[in-house]
């Protein structure tokens, strides 16, 4: 069979050549670039339900088939076996780090865990109740005015520098956002400990007191980082590849896929889970009656934590936090009842005709929340949670993007549907 490499569309009666950009495992894309110099039309695709911005070698979906791959390597193996520093490396460089390498890049994300003494002050300006998403992106994007020398996305080692300054800050920063949100005092980081292990220590430790690491937390911890770590054009990483797109810095793009990442649609789902959770367990409303809010679009209530843009089938990810919820909710003190009720709900939306007929199956974070909450933390950290693990993501493919020579400024069109043009008042 002959590889297509054009395509012919018909526009206004005259026949129109347009040629197709293939990619690998059957992935075609039809290059619309020619249309709007030949037929002066746009094309019209709302939330880009049909639009690739990008040709990227990092992550592979097949939503059909329910498959993810880093870098060629399928999502299973990879949080059975491999680590979140370890897959950060293979985001960002391309491959799996040698023992050395692995070695190197650990021992220099250990030493930029720091922040100045004045960002650290700058906690002290929010609310004490403060969410601690918008504490984050806000410190992120300060962090460019502390780092005027890795600024430049065309120098090479600037890039390099805000890359481990990026991996090796970030945690430090969600632990302080989250003792400010709890009125605690911060903790410096112990450069002892790995990112995981200071994430955890500096959100639940207490200054002068010692603090003992839970090894199966920390291996949960990092294996949820690892199913967070990267999926390709998401909204927030099509954010951060957005705002890089107009040659911003890597902390500034960061701050924007932060920001993205809040809303409920998107990562704050794993939050709004554990509100609808809660909700039916109080007794507010029955899981039956919940349903049925749901699939008569009551108040535009959903099924937070169901439903994907790309999957059409169960996330794969899903599959694999739920094994862990399993394994972890006895061992960490989690709430039987909540869990009960996220896997009731689960089985009467699998055996409904509204959600088979929409292909609607538990996300990443269904499940999610619960093991966050038995780990001790609050619901507003959840999100923060999501943005550490999908921080090795960005970087890479801000990275992509910036060494990509095909990368042109982000710019959608519109399709105008305001007032034709009218005179101002006595003009
Ligand atoms: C890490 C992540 O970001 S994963 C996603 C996290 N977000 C959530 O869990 C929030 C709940 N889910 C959703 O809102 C959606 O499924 C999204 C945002 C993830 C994907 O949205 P889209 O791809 O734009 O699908 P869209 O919103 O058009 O939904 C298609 C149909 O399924 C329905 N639907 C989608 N998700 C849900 C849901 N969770 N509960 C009930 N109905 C749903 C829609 O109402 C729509 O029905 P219709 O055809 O009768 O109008
Ligand atoms: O890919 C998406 O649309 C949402 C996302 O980030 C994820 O599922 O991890």
Redesign the pocket.
């Known amino acids: 069979m002959t590889e297509q490499t054009s395509a012919r569309l018909n526009y206004q009666g005259g026949d129109l050549e347009l040629p197709v950009q293939s990619a690998v495992e059957g992935n075609v894309g039809l290059d619309i670039a020619p249309l709007l110099k030949t037929t002066g039309a746009v094309t019209y695709d709302p939330?880009f339900m049909n639009t690739a911005n990008a040709k990227s070698a990092i992550t592979y979906i097949d939503g059909d088939a329910g498959i993810l791959r880093y870098r060629g390597y399928p999502i299973e193996q990879l949080a059975e076996h491999s680590s979140f520093l370890e897959v950060s490396y293979l985001l960002i460089y391309g491959e799996l780090p040698t023992q050395q390498q692995l070695t190197d890049f650990d021992n220099v994300t250990r030493r930029h865990t720091l922040l100045h003494e004045e960002l650290r002050d700058f906690f002290g300006g929010f609310p004490r109740d403060a969410h601690p998403m918008p504490v984050l992106s806000s410190a992120v994007s300060a962090l460019s005015t502390y780092y005027p020398d890795s600024l430049d996305p065309f120098n090479k080692d600037h890039v390099e520098r805000s890359t481990y300054r990026m991996l090796a800050k970030v945690p430090t920063i969600a632990a302080y956002a989250y003792k400010k949100s709890i009125g605690q005092p911060m903790l410096y980081p112990d450069n002892n400990l790995t990112l995981v292990e200071n994430l955890i220590r500096g959100c639940f430790g207490v200054p002068a007191e010692q603090f003992e690491l839970d090894p199966d937390m920390v291996k949960a911890l990092d294996t949820l980082l690892i199913l967070h770590a990267d999926?390709e054009q998401?909204?927030s990483t099509s954010t951060v590849r957005l705002v890089g797109s107009s040659q911003a810095n890597l902390f500034a793009s960061v701050s924007a896929g932060i920001n993205a990442l809040y809303g409920?649609?998107?990562?704050g789902?794993n939050e709004?889970v554990l509100g609808m959770l809660r909700q039916i367990q109080s007794g507010d409303v029955s899981p039956e009656a919940f349903m049925e809010k749901?699939k008569n679009?009551e108040a535009g209530v959903?099924?937070?934590?169901?439903?994907?843009?790309v999957y059409k089938n169960y996330d794969p990810r899903a599959r694999v936090v739920k094994g862990l919820a399993d394994d972890l909710l006895a061992k960490l003190g989690g709430d039987d009842e909540l869990f009960d009720i996220a896997q009731r709900l689960e089985q009467k939306a699998l055996e409904d005709d509204y959600f088979i007929e929409?292909k609607?199956y538990p996300?990443?974070?269904f499940y999610t929340g619960l093991i966050y909450k038995a780990m001790g933390f609050p619901e507003k950290m959840f999100t923060v949670l999501f943005a550490l693990g999908r921080l090795p993501g960005w970087i890479a493919q801000w990275r992509e993007m910036i060494e990509d020579p095909s990368t042109k400024i982000g710019r959608p069109r519109q399709l105008y549907i305001g007032e034709p043009e009218r005179n101002y008042p006595g003009a």
């Open positions: 939330g999926h998401n909204c409920p649609a998107h990562g789902a709004a749901v679009k959903r099924l937070m934590g169901f439903g994907h843009r929409r609607l996300n990443v974070d």
